[in-house]
């Protein structure tokens, strides 16, 4: 518990750094750019590699730092493309994603098993069922059946989301603004 809340800690002092705050806006406009290259599926389901701004914005400023820029990511993008009507769950999910990468990934070394670990939590908690929730209180249709395709797509992306991650951070390992505890 000592290490989660010292990594809070140091997360919100980071925030209070310059460098890190032009850092983290320079990630959250990679965030916005990579959102809007997207594949839609269906119309609940969509293809997108914004993870890849928010994991490094959870392993060099840590799960305040992810959170907020991860949330901001979602409410700019949503101001400048809106598809259908706002809701605040999307941005809660943003959000929780940052600062799970965060927790798993800040002030900690490398290791393919924090990325599983990190990415898996997001696909199974934000994006199977937060997700599928709110898009069943929106859309009106019944949990389980926008559940079932979402379950394939997570399913299938899971693994290559972790190749994609596992490959950026190990090819930056050197140059991430990361102090391992």
Not at 145 to 169: D, F, G, H, Q
Request: aromatic letters at 14%.
């Amino acid at each position: 518990m000592k290490k989660i809340i010292e990594k809070f800690y140091y997360s919100y002092k980071e925030m209070k750094n310059v460098r890190s705050l032009v850092a983290l806006s320079l990630l959250v406009a990679l965030q916005l750019v990579l959102s809007f290259f997207r594949i839609d599926i269906l119309p609940t389901l969509r293809l997108s590699f914004a993870f890849i701004a928010i994991f490094l914005m959870g392993t060099m400023y840590g799960p305040v730092a992810a959170g907020l820029g991860a949330g901001m990511g979602d409410i700019i993008g949503y101001i400048i493309k809106p598809t259908g009507p706002y809701f605040f769950g999307f941005t809660f999910n943003a959000i929780l994603g940052g600062i799970i990468v965060g927790l798993f990934m800040y002030r900690s070394k490398l290791s393919l098993w924090r990325v599983i670990g990190a990415r898996t939590c997001i696909t199974l908690f934000v994006n199977l069922i937060l997700n599928t929730w709110w898009l069943s209180i929106i859309g009106g249709k019944a949990f389980m059946v926008l559940l079932i395709p979402r379950i394939a797509k997570n399913l299938i992306m899971l693994p290559i989301e972790i190749i994609i991650v596992w490959c950026l951070l190990k090819a930056l390992d050197g140059k991430l603004k990361r102090s391992c505890v």
